[in-house]
């Protein structure tokens, strides 16, 4: 021991210093040097705790002065705990005479008094004595403080009384919510549990409120956040905390501080820490410094809550907050209390509804969700809030009875509104009256304010100016008045009935005032609601505007939840014929005046409920529609909700599930549920019970744990049409599998069952699979991401092995998906023996199915194979046994290759990479060779897979020969070639690395002539890679997911055998003369087609001459591919005399000088147009006519591509000038050529000269293009368009002469080519022609500014007659007609050529149009002045045949005037007025126009405001035209009886060709009121009844009478719940002329729609088929005998798989006009890819392929690109959100650009050519 230890006799506490002074040497050498400035330890080798000792008893030696200062500085400035302070002061610090500045106090000290080298004491008390003393002072001050705080608390909590109005012990019956963690850090060591209470939670244990707050160690910040949405307790939870923490319960804190957002809103100074926390909340008696140093050294004992975050106003200040002095608003106080730089240690609760918070909060901040109660907590408060036992039974009877008051109760503030409404109505009311008062939230509102009103008084003054105060309060963002705010009357009103509280707001140092706020936020929110709907003060207009939905998504833009967002809510409940009564009670006015605003806000819920909303806004929908009781509104709703209904990301409660099931009960279609990413209430789903029209239901949270999936398990049997059931990325555990396997064969229609990413062990995944066999109808199960072993997957084969059902089993890697095949039907068990029985039917069982196994990378091994093939022999057969990617190295492979015999494996047995040496591949072939039934057996060596495809038995099979990396040299190989023919039938011919020569090398083509199976030779010369290589599958690439690169234009066995091509193909070399006779001779006898492909050299001019000069000698050859070559400048003239040198030619393209591709056809093809593409060959204006020298000599050239060259406008002129005797007879494309205005007007002067131009356009914007397209014979009519030209006013007279020349000019279009008001009025006065029409298009920015009467004044100004003209504002685009000569009178002539401003000469302008027979005007704003016009130019034109007001805004004045005019157009044959803003007002004065039109033709009203007297008006006149032909009255709420009347009006319009109903309110009674006048409209061509309510029955009568109709062409009936009904009766009396039938969304299933497409199947007049998102899954169409003229197909959305994929693109084939086809959001797969693939180069009209949101990957999109290869006039192939790597889409695209995988629809690349 010490010797110094020895002496004091402090052994402990030496040894205690010692190792504090150990964790901090460098401040203790510090202190020797100040001390000991001559002790110098640097020579010394001593270790730490030496070197202390050491240091330590040198500053003891120097006496007991410094000594005892050395103490003082360690007490002082270290961290040393209370205990070991006052030891170390009572041994060592004491002196007998203490400084007299010690007692004088801190303040009076001189600063030199202090040494220089001590830490000056901190001010954290009042005085300085002595640090013992100052400690025990501070401890005494603090101990004072809290006992204080905590006194206050008390009483706050103590004087919450039941008060008026309040007769129940509402602060009695305290319930805790439920709460589950959101996002866990370190202080909560629970994983998403439930804080219960009293039940269990999820993970099985006891917790309470305490365990919110679990110990840690540290200073770092303990934040979380409780968010829950108003009404669910945040504030009572804040409140209860405090009231336990007064009563000692939350015994960890020693103080807490409760402060509200929505009052530190209104301390506008900056606050520091300790203002905020002793003058905003509770003072110290004294000593406030050292009470905050005590609490800033005891910060882990401090809670501090803040209750409202979201309604923090001020942002966070980006300074950094150090230090209690900083000063800041009170939200930056709040960010450095939760970053730890205030007070750090402390703990920190905020509330908040959801939605953004604040950016100060930290990341790692716990989250807590208040989801309000469930039932049992609800009896619980129940129970605790009456205290009479036969009452609460009577409140339990009701809430139990009644499902939307239990419903209301989830919410906690609605159920004390709930309790204290059924307290005042049961003495009154018999059993289940009293909730049948109680049906929605408002009315709760509405009953609770008649119950606390004296004597049931309504003191009408005062409740309507609450209201007001509470809406003015609310548009301010305010929730605290205060006095002046209020009357003195409504404030004592208010208190009486415990509508508001007042409370003392603390604003400062004595500074407070009384506040005052409604009791809770959705109260002030119902007499916001209250005001507007019985305020005399509020009209209609000004109700409806607060009448709107407020997105809840977590919005980063949207810091705040808006206070007004529950107005509508309410608004909607004050609507309901219920609170008709109360509200006339309330206002001044009248009932027909309550009446009235009630009918406004239902109107413009009916709007809100016909359009498509987001996920938030359907809930808050969904609530609106519930709270008006109005059937037929929740129907209107029900109906208009898509059919897919997606719910991201924000969250969601029983409350919000139970508004949502409320409206679906309405709903007659089918509807798709997916909750994504949202936080649901775990007992929600319960709310989901008896919703029967969900048929996919899907949840993915990882916020559902088993009590979630409890309540599920409840709700699931009760959905009569479940189809699909998904439940993704879950905290299930066994527990919650448990109740989910129960209820899922209580679910009998569930076709497919997903239980993806749920972390689920091996036993709950084994409970899952037990239960396949009950579940009849199942086609998938997918348990993949999961957590499956090996054996356990064992377990899953035999399972897949001994249910009927299971077809397929695949597990790979995280995926692990069961694929099944219902049983069509059960057969009836014969008598007998049970065993017997049972033997003979799986024997059965074993012949009928075939099963396929993909097991791939699962680490299987030889043992595990073992059990595998002894499972498998007890199954049925097996198309197909996939292995790969294990561990099954040579015996493993060995076993399973010999027992594929006797498992009857009929299609693929994959064993690739599987570890196989060079003798195990003998082994595994040597065991298949006897195997009857393999088609395919995939092996690998060295990760280099083999595919050996099996011929069928007459046939010899087909294997793979590796001979690379050899010495053969051109002997050997040469001698290889000649026995080739004798080797019989390989695959491959591997001759890689045998040092050839480029001359044997080419030689390998004869094998071409000599062995049949040779079709492909590969060869890199520099890389000596030579693969002769015979016919391969598109589905039998490498399953690694990489391809060879194939040629342009190949074709592949299986994509149409008519005849098989071969291909040549040599890279990296350089081709002299003499290698490429050697080649082109050695190619001649090779039998065709024949594709050679040269890449990667240098061809010289004399080279490719020689080549071109050889290419005539190849009858068979069918494409040529020069790629990345490079190649001389003379090359485009060779190619281009090479049309007239091989008349076989059909395309040459040169691109860059790099690539050339050269197209023939066979002699047996008829000869057609042949196409040139020379582009970015920087051809000039020197080359242009040598150019055009040789292409005179091509007699049919139909293409011409000379784009992206260097011609310029010089360059143009020359071509312009030899453009008539160059024979092309399509297109000539002349873009990006460095063009200006001078070549477009050198365009339009060579017109006249170039009779053979049907149409010139050109665009000199940044995507500059130049086309000019030709007829084969002289055209009579041009059309012209110029765009982005910024011609000049010095260019108009010009372009004016040249189209004045070119009188063959029919249309002239001239788009953002800076032409203004004045050059277009002198450019249509100089345009003359002695006779003819000229339509003109201008589209200008300046247009939509310019007014209709402007535009009339510039139009009459020029030279031809105005026939038509058409105006659209939004489109900044004007129409004309001319027809030329104009006849005018001289006096208007010589007014107009003298430019009179034809605006104030109205009769000129009248006689201008008098020959107007069209005027049309889109998205226009027409002022009064172009209204009266309009009134008086209508009448005068006699000629006006049609007229269109579409998509525009007009005034009630301009209506009028509007009107006036059109009534006196008697003539009028087609009548427009779609989709504009009107009033009802408007529509009755237009529909006042319709009286007298009886030669109307075609009338369009569509989105036309149409109501009960309008429409009576509007069938009054129909009755009356009789030459009608077209009537479309879309979007205009018609329903069942406003449709009788239309179909009466009908009767008399027997020439009707078109009937357009679709999106209105049509049910089966108004389509069977149609189909009663059907049989009267023999001429009807199109009928569109989508987007209506029709259900089957009226479905089966429509198609049933369109029989009568002979002349059908078109059918749409979209959109409506038909089911198979439907489609059956549609399938037995097909119309015999239709061309497009639409059914999307039509709840057709596979019978109907079999059924017709058997119907469908070769008729000759289909174009066009629309069944996209309906239920097909098998009853795809097949057609076996072809639709001749079908253009487009979509099956979007139609759970098409692979299986039925095939059948249907064999139809395909038979389609041979088909040029879309819509595949997109179906499971199809690589299989269906593949498919697509063959069936590609079959289909020469076929422009676009949609593809999107499939399953498949980067191997099936290969095969579709080489599909497309084939030569294919494809433009696109939209391949978006499939599973395919982007890296691997990148690849692809730049092999082909015509496959999109991007979001966004990119532009098609278009074939040149085609």
Not at 293 to 309: M, T
Not at 425 to 433: E, I, T, V
Not at 465 to 494: H, N, Q
Not at 1661 to 1672: Q, R
């Amino acid at each position: 021991m010490d010797p110094i230890s020895l002496q004091l006799g402090t052994k402990n506490l030496w040894s205690w210093l010692v190792r504090l002074l150990s964790k901090d040497p460098e401040w203790l050498n510090d202190k020797v040097k100040f001390f000991v400035p001559t002790m110098d330890l640097g020579s010394r080798n001593l270790d730490l705790t030496e070197r202390v000792i050491l240091q330590l008893r040198e500053l003891h030696n120097q006496g007991q002065a410094t000594w005892q200062k050395f103490i003082h500085c360690v007490c002082m400035e270290l961290e040393v705990p209370l205990e070991q302070e006052v030891l170390l002061l009572s041994i060592w610090g004491h002196e007998d005479e203490c400084p007299s500045h010690l007692e004088a106090g801190e303040e009076n000290q001189p600063e030199s008094q202090l040494h220089h080298g001590l830490k000056r004491p901190h001010q954290s008390c009042g005085s300085s004595p002595r640090p013992k003393q100052c400690r025990k002072q501070q401890r005494d001050l603090a101990k004072r403080y809290l006992q204080l705080l905590r006194t206050s608390a008390q009483q706050r909590h103590g004087s919450e009384l039941s008060g008026p109005g309040h007769p129940l012990a509402f602060h009695q019956a305290y319930v805790p919510p439920i709460l589950q963690w959101g996002r866990a850090t370190a202080p909560f060591d629970t994983q998403e549990g439930l804080i219960m209470g009293n039940p269990k939670a999820e993970d099985g244990t006891d917790m309470s409120i305490q365990d919110l707050f679990k110990a840690r160690a540290g200073k770092d910040p303990k934040v979380m956040v409780l968010l829950g949405k108003a009404g669910m307790g945040k504030t009572t939870l804040a409140h209860r905390l405090r009231q336990q923490w007064a009563h000692g319960q939350l015994d960890r804190f020693q103080a807490l501080f409760l402060f509200e957002f929505r009052q530190l809103n209104l301390i506008t100074q900056f606050l520091t820490l300790p203002q905020l926390l002793f003058d905003l909340y509770l003072s110290p008696e004294e000593g406030p410094h050292a009470v905050f140093q005590y609490l800033k050294e005891n910060a882990n004992g401090v809670l501090l809550i803040f209750d409202g975050l979201e309604e923090a106003l001020d942002p966070c200040s980006s300074k950094e907050t150090v230090g209690p002095e900083f000063s800041g608003p009170a939200l930056t106080l709040f960010s450095g209390l939760c970053h730890g730089t205030l007070l750090p240690g402390c703990w920190v609760m905020a509330t908040s509804r959801p939605g953004k918070l604040p950016a100060c909060l930290p990341t790692e901040a716990a989250t807590v969700h208040m989801w309000g109660f469930d039932g049992p907590r609800v009896e619980e408060y129940v129970g605790r809030l009456f205290s009479d036992q036969p009452c609460q039974e009577a409140v339990l009877a009701e809430l139990r009875a009644s499902r939307h008051l239990r419903s209301m109760c989830a919410v906690p503030a609605l159920c004390r509104v709930a309790c204290l409404c059924l307290y005042h109505l049961l003495p009154g009311n018999s059993p289940g009256q009293s909730a049948a008062l109680l049906p929605t939230v408002t009315q709760n509102y509405v009953q609770m304010v008649l119950a606390l009103s004296p004597r049931g008084y309504l003191d009408a003054e005062s409740l309507l100016g609450l209201g007001e105060v509470a809406l003015s309060g609310l548009e301010a963002g305010s929730v605290i008045f205060f006095a002046k705010d209020i009357a003195p009357s409504m404030r004592a009103f208010g208190a009486a009935l415990g509508l508001l509280t007042s409370f003392c707001i603390r604003m400062g140092p004595g500074r407070q005032e009384n506040g005052y706020a409604f009791t809770h936020l959705s109260l002030q929110a119902f007499f916001a609601a209250l005001h507007l709907m019985a305020s005399p003060k509020v009209d209609k207009d000004k109700l409806a505007h607060y009448v709107t939905l407020n997105s809840r998504w977590l919005l980063r833009t949207k810091a705040k939840p808006g206070l007004l967002d529950h107005v509508p809510t309410f608004l909607a409940g004050l609507a309901s014929s219920a609170c008709h009564s109360f509200l006339s009670h309330l206002t001044p006015r009248d009932e027909v005046w309550v009446g009235a605003k009630q009918a406004a806000v239902i109107q413009a819920l009916r709007k809100l409920a016909t359009r498509r909303h987001t996920g938030p806004k359907v809930i808050e929908l969904c609530h609106c529609v519930g709270e008006t009781q109005e059937p037929e509104l929740a129907g209107l709703m029900a109906q208009s909700l898509p059919y897919q209904l997606p719910f991201h990301n924000f969250p969601l409660t029983y409350a919000d599930l139970a508004a949502l099931t409320n409206i679906l009960r309405h709903r007659d279609a089918p509807i798709h549920l997916d909750f994504e990413g949202c936080p649901l209430e775990p007992h929600c789903p319960e709310a989901l019970a008896s919703c029967g029209k969900v048929e996919n239901l899907s949840f993915k949270s990882r916020k559902c744990g088993d009590a979630f999936a409890e309540a599920l398990s409840g709700s699931l049997p009760t959905m009569e049409s479940l189809k699909k059931l998904g439940l993704a990325g879950s905290k299930i555990t066994a527990r919650g599998i448990n109740h989910l396997v129960q209820a899922l064969p209580l679910c009998p229609h569930l076709e497919e069952v997903s239980f993806q990413d749920n972390q689920l062990k091996d036993q709950e995944v084994l409970n899952i699979v037990k239960v396949l066999p009950r579940l009849l109808r199942l086609r998938k199960l997918d348990l993949s991401r999961n957590d499956v072993s090996k054996w356990t997957l064992l377990s899953l084969t035999k399972m897949a092995v001994t249910c009927s059902t299971v077809r397929m089993l695949q597990a790979r890697k995280a995926d692990l998906i069961f694929l099944l095949s219902p049983r069509v039907e059960t057969a009836t068990e014969l008598r007998g023996d049970p065993d017997l029985q049972g033997n003979a039917s799986r024997k059965k069982e074993a012949e009928s199915r075939s099963l396929a196994l993909r097991l791939q990378n699962c680490q299987l091994t030889v043992p595990d194979v073992k059990i595998l093939i002894a499972q498998l022999r007890e199954g049925p057969h097996l198309d197909e046994v996939d292995l790969s990617g294990n561990q099954l190295e040579d015996e493993g492979c060995r076993l399973m290759a010999e027992a594929a015999t006797q498992l009857h494996i009929a299609g693929k047995l994959d064993l690739s990479d599987n570890g196989l040496s060079v003798a195990g591949v003998h082994c595994v072939l040597s065991a298949v060779s006897t195997c009857r039934t393999l088609a395919d057996l995939h092996i690998s060596l060295m990760h280099k897979t083999v595919v050996l495809t099996f011929a069928p038995k007459t046939e010899e099979q087909g294997t793979q020969e590796s001979l690379s990396g050899n010495a053969l040299g051109d002997e050997g190989a040469a001698q290889l070639a000649q026995r080739l023919p004798g080797l019989g039938a390989l695959q491959s011919l591997n001759l890689s690395e045998n040092g050839l020569s480029l001359d044997t090398v080419i030689s390998l083509a004869q094998c071409f002539s000599t062995v049949q199976w040779a079709l492909h030779l590969d060869i890199r010369f520099e890389s000596q890679l030579v693969i002769l290589k015979g016919d391969r599958r598109a589905r039998d690439l490498s399953a690694s997911g990489s391809w060879p690169e194939f040629p342009a234009g190949a074709q592949f066995s299986g994509f149409g055998r008519c005849c098989i091509s071969r291909s040549f193909c040599l890279r990296e070399c350089q081709l002299e003369p003499p290698s490429l006779t050697h080649l082109c001779e050695t190619l001649e006898k090779c039998p065709g087609p024949l594709e050679i492909m040269l890449s990667h050299g240098v061809l010289s001019e004399q080279s490719l001459d020689a080549l071109l000069g050889h290419l005539p000698r190849l009858p068979q050859l069918k494409l040529l591919q020069l790629s990345q070559m490079r190649l001389s400048p003379r090359s485009p003239f060779l190619l281009a005399d090479f049309f007239s040198v091989c008349p076989r030619v059909q395309k040459v393209d040169l691109r860059s000088l790099h690539h050339v591709t050269l197209h023939f056809r066979s002699n047996e093809e008829q000869k057609g147009g042949c196409c040139g593409t020379f582009t970015g060959c920087s051809l000039s204006q020197e080359h242009v006519e040598p150019l055009c020298k040789l292409l005179q000599k091509c007699e049919d050239l139909s293409q011409l591509d000379l784009s992206a060259n260097q011609l310029g406008d010089d360059g143009l002129r020359c071509l312009l000038g030899c453009l008539p005797q160059v024979p092309i007879s399509s297109s000539l494309d002349l873009s990006h050529n460095g063009l200006s205005q001078e070549g477009a007007l050198c365009l339009v002067e060579a017109l006249p000269s170039c009779p053979r131009v049907r149409e010139a356009s050109v665009s000199l914007g940044s995507q500059q293009s130049f086309w000019i397209h030709f007829s084969q014979q002289e055209e009579a009519g041009k059309t012209l368009r110029l765009s982005e030209c910024s011609f000049g006013p010095e260019h108009v007279p010009r372009l004016a002469n040249g189209l004045s020349q070119a009188r063959q000019l029919t249309q002239l279009t001239l788009t953002q080519s800076c032409l203004g008001l004045e050059d277009l009025t002198v450019l249509l006065s100089l345009v003359r022609w002695p006779k003819g029409l000229l339509s003109v298009r201008v589209e200008e920015p300046w247009i939509d500014r310019a007014g209709v009467l402007t535009l009339l004044s510039v139009c009459a100004q020029a030279s031809g007659t105005v026939t038509e003209i058409s105006i659209s504002e939004m489109q900044q685009q004007l129409c004309i007609q001319l027809e030329f000569p104009r006849q005018e009178n001289p006096e208007a002539a010589a007014l107009r050529l003298a430019h009179c401003d034809l605006k104030t000469h109205h009769s000129l302008l009248m006689e201008t149009y008098a020959g107007l027979q069209q005027l049309s005007l889109s998205q226009v704003n027409l002022c009064d002045a172009d209204s009266m016009l309009l009134q008086s130019l209508l009448p005068a034109l006699s000629e006006l045949k049609k007229f269109r007001l579409t998509s525009s805004c007009v005034c009630p004045e301009g209506l009028a005037h509007l009107a006036s005019g059109l009534s006196h157009c008697h003539h009028l044959e087609e009548l427009d007025l779609s989709n504009n803003q009107l009033i009802k007002e408007g529509t009755k004065v237009l529909m006042g126009a319709l009286e007298g039109k009886c030669s109307l033709k075609r009338l369009d009203l569509s989105h036309f405001p149409l109501v009960g007297c309008t429409l009576s008006v509007l069938t009054q006149g129909l009755s009356h035209m009789t030459l009608l032909q077209s009537l479309c009255l879309s979007r205009n709420d018609i329903g069942d009886v406003g449709c009788y009347h239309l179909s009466e009006a009908l009767r008399a319009a027997t020439s009707l060709e078109e009937l357009g109903l679709s999106h209105n309110q049509i049910g089966d009674t108004g389509a069977q009121h149609l189909a009663a006048i059907l049989s009267g409209l023999p001429e009807l061509r199109k009928i569109d009844l989508s987007a209506n309510g029709i259900g089957p029955a009226g479905g089966v009568r429509l198609v049933e009478s369109l029989a009568f109709c002979k002349h059908l062409e078109e059918l749409v009936l979209g959109c409506n719940a038909l089911g198979d009904p439907t489609a059956l009766a549609l399938a037995h009396g097909l119309p015999e002329h239709l061309r497009v039938l639409h059914l999307p969304s039509s709840r057709l299933g596979p019978e109907g729609t079999l059924r017709l497409g058997q119907a469908l199947d070769g008729c000759a007049h289909v174009e066009e088929i629309s069944l996209a998102e309906n239920s097909l899954a098998g009853g795809v169409p097949h057609f076996r005998q072809g639709l001749p003229l079908l253009r487009h197909i979509d099956l979007a959305s139609c759970e098409i798989d692979d299986q039925t994929a095939k059948p249907l693109t064999a139809g395909f084939v038979l389609c041979p006009a088909l040029e879309e086809i819509l595949l997109s959001w179906n499971l199809l797969g690589d299989e269906a890819a593949a498919e697509l693939a063959r069936v590609l180069p079959r289909m020469g009209r076929l422009k676009r392929v949609d593809l999107e949101k499939n399953r498949i990957t980067a191997h099936g999109a290969g095969l579709l690109a080489e599909g497309l290869a084939q030569g294919s006039g494809i433009h696109v192939i939209r391949l978006w959100n499939n599973p395919i790597p982007t890296d691997m889409a990148k690849r692809l695209q730049s092999q082909d650009p015509r496959l999109d995988f991007a979001f966004f629809h990119n532009q098609p690349q278009t074939p040149r050519g085609t």
